[in-house]
């Protein structure tokens, strides 16, 4: 069971706006910044969004996100099929003194 | 630019040692500002962090609930390069194991990741 909660999965047609959401606690979300992370198959994980809602260079503005209290999501706008794979996000948890992930969202694009 | 490179072996039997090495080129592993981080993934599991290693002044080490135990990390300054050891491995600790880097700006997000090493632990 992970400390961060997304939904196992999601999914979209191509050029539709899709929410991922990651759940969590006021330990780890209520207190720290949260990261999105895109994984494809056979390669490493992928920093998408740091510091709740801050893209590194190279992302598409396509990959946003935000923080709410002790919740956050990542929105992907204009799906496209390439967007098709898992995203986790991460932060955290002052109480567990440890990085914690959620368990990943597997986003198909229909 | 950073980047990492991890070696090591891919078969390890039940109740040994896993040991994995990542070398770094682009910036030193005593960093002031980095922290080191090895985390694995597997299908049961997904991504789960293990622990990091940094310096500030002197070595520091974080490490998850779950392995703390059987964890040990092993910065060598010598060479440039980062090493894990778990021991007492079961099956369960069969996975992708990955180092990455937190450059300390990012909140926590580790920007640049070695390639991965798959480990299958079987006898």
């Known amino acids: 069971q992970s400390v961060l909660t997304q939904p196992p999965s999601a999914s979209g047609t191509p050029g539709q706006r899709v929410t991922i959401s990651c759940s969590g606690s006021?330990?780890?979300?209520?207190?720290?910044?949260v990261n999105w992370y895109q994984k494809l198959p056979g390669t490493a994980p992928k920093l998408l969004i740091y510091s709740n809602n801050q893209r590194p260079s190279g992302v598409p503005d396509r990959f946003s996100a935000s923080k709410s209290v002790t919740s956050a999501s990542l929105a992907i706008s204009g799906l496209q099929s390439e967007d098709e794979t898992d995203y986790y996000c991460?932060?955290?948890?002052?109480?567990?003194?440890?990085?914690?992930f959620g368990g990943g969202t597997k986003l198909t694009v229909l | 630019q950073v980047q990492l490179q991890q070696s090591g072996p891919g078969l390890v039997k039940p109740s040994q040692t896993l040991s994995l090495t990542c070398a770094i080129s682009?910036?030193?592993?005593?960093?002031?500002?980095?922290?080191w981080n090895w985390i694995r993934q597997s299908p049961a599991r997904g991504l789960e962090w293990l622990g990091r290693?940094?310096?500030?002044?002197?070595?520091?080490?974080d490490y998850a609930v779950s392995v703390k135990s059987r964890i040990t990390f092993n910065p060598d300054t010598s060479k440039n390069q980062l090493s894990v050891q778990l021991n007492s491995v079961t099956p369960e600790d069969t996975a992708v194991y990955y180092c990455?880097?937190?450059?300390?700006?990012?909140?926590?997000?580790?920007?640049?990741w070695g390639q991965g090493t798959t480990v299958i632990v079987s006898s």
């Open positions: 006021r330990s780890n979300i209520g207190l720290n910044p």
């Open positions: 991460s932060t955290w948890d002052d109480s567990l003194n440890s990085l914690v």
């Open positions: 682009g910036e030193s592993v005593s960093s002031n500002s980095a922290a």
């Open positions: 990455a880097r937190d450059p300390g700006n990012l909140g926590y997000g580790m920007d640049v």
């Open positions: 290693t940094y310096y500030r002044s002197k070595w520091y080490n």
